[in-house]
């Protein structure tokens, strides 16, 4: 796939990072037909920077990994709008790991504006460590869990609560330039 016809997606934490995200599901918490695709063509994901990509191409309101990528880089990316922030939509990216069949919850926003050309997408980490004890007391409070795991893993109960947490936990790091720079969590 050309660059150019397609979401170029890079991230400046390593793969492990999707895989320990501190958002998890045992289930897809976006319902089905409910997500949107930043752009209506596939993707190139590239977890580990630019010599480690993985075409995805698009299925219904999904980006999957083409067929092509291999059995270890099995995968799925979707995506939810979350909320504005100074005029640049950010986005709740749901990844879900076939393999392992885990979800994993991050966020991203395009890097430039739809009507200017091709897209990139800079990702972004959120951990629960980020949340105050108020916060954290509201996500347990209407079902969140928290687990052991590498660092502390959050499981939402639903979608509700998880965008919930996040448009009011992190909107402040969704307006920092540094904090996308520097993908995101800590």
Known sequence: MNLHQGL????????????????VSEESLIPEGEAVLPVDHGLTLCPDGPNNCVE??????????????????????????LVQVDGRQIYLLEAHDTEDDAFSYLVARRTMAEDEGPADMELALVTCDALS??????????????????????????LQTLTATFRTAYLDEFADEAWWEEGGAD
Not at 14 to 23: E, H, M
Not at 61 to 74: F, K
């Open 8 to 23: 170029r997606v890079s991230m400046q934490l390593g793969a492990i990072s999707l895989l320990t995200a501190c958002y």
């Open 56 to 81: 995805m191409r698009v299925e219904g309101d999904t980006y999957v990994t083409a067929p092509e990528a291999g059995p270890d880089q099995t995968g799925a990316a979707r995506f939810i709008p």
């Open 133 to 158: 004890e108020d916060e954290l007391a509201g996500f347990l409070a209407a079902g969140g869990q928290i687990g052991a795991g590498w660092g502390r893993e959050c499981r939402a109960p639903d």
